[in-house]
């Protein structure tokens, strides 16, 4: 089991930046964020593969996000910059242990609690 434990939302301005953090309590091969708006779909958002570094980008957030991590710290942050209030979601950290699939929330086995984002105009 491993358990994710998100950090650093908030509500902001649009424009503003906010930086997310998430923590696992053991390794990881795959690590996401996804967020869910009222009344939305969950949907990804950004992705890492942990061991080779490789990165992905939902297209309404590419150029803005920016997705990394701590292996040491068995952490993954996501600095969100230029937020607009389209981004205001619940935000959930996720992780798979053994592959990275494609970026929907059944190829992730272990998630975090949310953390919620609002973005004002």
């Known amino acids: 089991q491993v358990k994710l434990v998100e950090s650093g939302g908030g509500s902001v301005q649009a424009g503003g930046s906010l930086r997310l953090s998430c923590a696992a309590s053991?390794?990881?091969?795959?690590m996401a964020w996804f967020r869910q708006g009222l009344g939305k779909e969950r949907e990804g958002v950004a992705g890492i593969h942990t061991a080779g570094r490789h990165t992905y980008y939902a297209d309404s957030v590419k150029g803005r996000f920016t997705i990394s991590q701590d292996n040491a710290k068995k952490s993954m942050y996501l600095q969100m910059n230029s937020l607009q209030p389209e981004d205001t979601a619940m935000y959930y950290c996720?992780?798979?242990?053994?592959?990275?699939?494609?970026?929907?929330?059944?190829?992730?086995?272990?998630w975090g609690q949310g953390t919620q984002v609002t973005v004002s105009s």
């Open positions: 053991g390794n990881t091969y795959c």
């Open positions: 996720a992780a798979d242990r053994y592959r990275c699939g494609t970026m929907l929330p059944v190829n992730f086995n272990y």
